[in-house]
């Protein structure tokens, strides 16, 4: 589906890991989701959650495409991917709600970062995923202490980990990335 259809049909831009669509959209007149730099020094945790909230809203709405293109082992793990990033969504929406923190609503639909039609593009676009959804969980950590630092950490580390498992499905070698959730 080209950006200018998605455009048209209300679909936002998948967070970017590296913040540079979000210039882009902006430069365009489209809204756009956080990016991974969005997080403001002075924002404070609820903010830095907030911004990780989003980029679980837009993880879910991506396995969706996802799995459609994959079988058996693969789909399989994918809706346990969609699972985890739910789990992950649902308490943070409480947290921030219980907290009186910004709740950041979820998007009808998200543009992705180039067309998913096949098994390859699938794989491709899970192992992208994970390291957005990283990146967002990476840049929560500087804002954060205590129980919130551990929920950041623990979701960089479950999204490092779903990422390692993507690569290794899709046969990408190196497997691993030395500082999940950093641009490269």
Same mark, same amino acid.
């Given at each position: 589906? %080209? &950006? !200018?259809? =998605?455009? @048209? *049909?209300?679909? /936002? #831009?998948? $967070?970017?890991? +590296?913040?540079? %669509? &979000? !210039?882009? =959209?902006? @430069? *365009?007149?489209? /809204? #756009?989701? $956080?990016?991974? +730099?969005?997080?403001?020094?002075?924002?404070?945790?609820?903010?830095?959650?907030?911004?990780?909230?989003?980029?679980?809203?837009?993880?879910?709405?991506?396995?969706?495409?996802?799995?459609?293109?994959?079988?058996?082992?693969?789909r399989t793990a994918a809706r346990a991917a969609e699972a985890a990033h739910r789990s992950r969504r649902?308490?943070?929406?409480?947290?921030?709600?219980?907290?009186?923190?910004?709740?950041?609503?979820?998007?009808?639909?998200?543009?992705?970062?180039?067309?998913?039609?096949?098994?390859?593009?699938?794989?491709?676009?899970?192992?992208?995923?994970?390291?957005?959804?990283?990146?967002?969980?990476?840049?929560a950590l500087p804002h954060t202490t205590g129980a919130d630092r551990n929920t950041a950490l623990a979701?960089?580390?479950?999204?490092?980990?779903?990422?390692?498992?993507?690569?290794?499905?899709?046969?990408?070698?190196?497997?691993?990335?030395?500082?999940?959730?950093?641009?490269?």
């Open positions: 589906m %080209s &950006e !200018r259809t =998605e455009r @048209s *049909e209300g679909r /936002e #831009a998948m $967070p970017d890991r +590296h913040g540079m %669509s &979000e !210039r882009t =959209e902006r @430069s *365009e007149g489209r /809204e #756009a989701m $956080p990016g991974r +730099h969005s997080v403001n020094p002075t924002s404070g945790p609820a903010n830095a959650l907030a911004d990780a909230l989003a980029a679980e809203y837009a993880a879910i709405w991506a396995y969706g495409v996802i799995g459609v293109h994959l079988t058996e082992a693969a649902d308490a943070l929406l409480l947290q921030l709600a219980e907290g009186s923190g910004q709740v950041p609503a979820d998007r009808a639909g998200y543009a992705l970062p180039y067309p998913v039609t096949d098994r390859a593009s699938a794989l491709r676009l899970a192992v992208e995923i994970e390291e957005r959804t990283a990146g967002h969980w990476r840049a979701a960089l580390t479950d999204c490092a980990l779903r990422a390692t498992r993507w690569r290794r499905t899709a046969g990408v070698t190196p497997v691993t990335v030395p500082f999940p959730g950093r641009p490269a």
